[in-house]
Protein backbone atom coordinates (compact mmCIF):
# COMPACT_ATOMS: atom_id res chain seq x y z
CA UNK A 1 0.00 0.00 0.00
CA UNK A 2 1.15 3.35 -1.03
CA UNK A 3 -0.59 6.23 1.05
CA UNK A 4 0.20 9.80 0.65
CA UNK A 5 -1.32 12.42 2.33
CA UNK A 6 0.39 15.97 1.00
CA UNK A 7 -0.92 17.21 -1.96
CA UNK A 8 2.16 17.81 -3.96
CA UNK A 9 3.85 14.30 -3.32
CA UNK A 10 0.39 12.69 -4.39
CA UNK A 11 0.52 14.80 -8.25
CA UNK A 12 4.14 13.23 -8.57
CA UNK A 13 3.22 9.75 -7.07
CA UNK A 14 -0.01 9.87 -9.61
CA UNK A 15 2.42 11.13 -12.48
CA UNK A 16 5.04 7.85 -11.63
CA UNK A 17 2.18 5.17 -11.42
CA UNK A 18 2.86 4.24 -15.11
CA UNK A 19 6.85 3.79 -14.21
CA UNK A 20 6.29 2.10 -11.34
CA UNK A 21 3.71 -0.57 -12.82
CA UNK A 22 6.62 -1.08 -15.49
CA UNK A 23 9.06 -2.09 -13.07
CA UNK A 24 6.73 -4.52 -10.93
CA UNK A 25 5.38 -7.50 -12.44
CA UNK A 26 2.10 -7.96 -13.37
CA UNK A 27 0.74 -10.85 -11.63
CA UNK A 28 1.45 -8.29 -8.37
CA UNK A 29 -0.69 -5.28 -9.88
CA UNK A 30 -3.80 -5.85 -8.14
CA UNK A 31 -2.60 -6.08 -4.96
CA UNK A 32 -0.85 -2.83 -5.08
CA UNK A 33 -2.95 -0.21 -3.63
CA UNK A 34 -2.70 3.73 -3.76
CA UNK A 35 -4.41 6.12 -1.62
CA UNK A 36 -4.47 9.78 -2.32
CA UNK A 37 -6.11 11.99 1.45
CA UNK A 38 -5.76 11.98 4.95
CA UNK A 39 -6.04 8.72 6.86
CA UNK A 40 -5.40 10.27 10.33
CA UNK A 41 -8.46 8.90 11.62
CA UNK A 42 -7.48 5.49 10.69
CA UNK A 43 -3.89 5.90 11.89
CA UNK A 44 -5.32 6.32 15.42
CA UNK A 45 -7.89 3.30 15.38
CA UNK A 46 -4.91 1.16 14.58
CA UNK A 47 -2.32 2.90 17.13
CA UNK A 48 0.08 3.80 14.49
CA UNK A 49 2.44 6.45 16.18
CA UNK A 50 5.13 6.82 13.39
CA UNK A 51 4.17 7.21 10.01
CA UNK A 52 7.35 7.03 8.42
CA UNK A 53 7.89 3.65 9.44
CA UNK A 54 6.75 0.69 8.00
CA UNK A 55 3.73 -1.32 9.75
CA UNK A 56 2.62 -4.80 9.46
CA UNK A 57 -0.94 -6.06 10.20
CA UNK A 58 -2.40 -9.11 9.83
CA UNK A 59 -5.74 -9.29 9.63
CA UNK A 60 -8.36 -12.25 10.37
CA UNK A 61 -11.89 -12.73 7.68
CA UNK A 62 -13.85 -10.69 9.76
CA UNK A 63 -11.40 -7.69 9.48
CA UNK A 64 -10.49 -8.20 13.34
CA UNK A 65 -6.30 -6.95 13.55
CA UNK A 66 -4.76 -10.74 14.66
CA UNK A 67 -0.85 -9.38 15.03
CA UNK A 68 0.77 -6.50 14.14
CA UNK A 69 4.32 -4.91 14.00
CA UNK A 70 6.57 -2.05 12.65
CA UNK A 71 10.20 -1.51 11.99
CA UNK A 72 12.60 -3.78 10.79
CA UNK A 73 11.76 -7.31 11.85
CA UNK A 74 13.78 -9.56 13.57
CA UNK A 75 13.70 -13.16 13.06
CA UNK A 76 11.45 -14.12 15.39
CA UNK A 77 8.79 -11.92 14.50
CA UNK A 78 8.82 -12.53 10.94
CA UNK A 79 8.98 -16.48 11.94
CA UNK A 80 6.22 -15.50 14.23
CA UNK A 81 3.59 -13.60 11.66
CA UNK A 82 4.74 -17.23 9.16
CA UNK A 83 3.20 -19.11 11.64
CA UNK A 84 0.46 -17.24 12.35
CA UNK A 85 -0.47 -16.33 8.94
CA UNK A 86 -0.58 -20.36 8.22
CA UNK A 87 -2.66 -20.96 11.08
CA UNK A 88 -5.44 -17.94 9.94
CA UNK A 89 -5.16 -19.53 6.41
CA UNK A 90 -6.54 -23.11 7.57
CA UNK A 91 -9.57 -21.38 9.13
Known amino acids: ANIEEN ?3 ALVLKL ?3 YLRKSMPKH ?3 NYL ?6 ESLRKALGIA ?4 GYV ?11 YANGVAVKSEAETMVR ?5 AKI
Open 28 to 30: RHK
Open 57 to 67: FLIDANTRVRW
Open 7 to 9: WAK
Open 50 to 53: NPLI
Open 34 to 39: VHYGDV
Open 84 to 88: LTRSL
Open 16 to 18: CLP
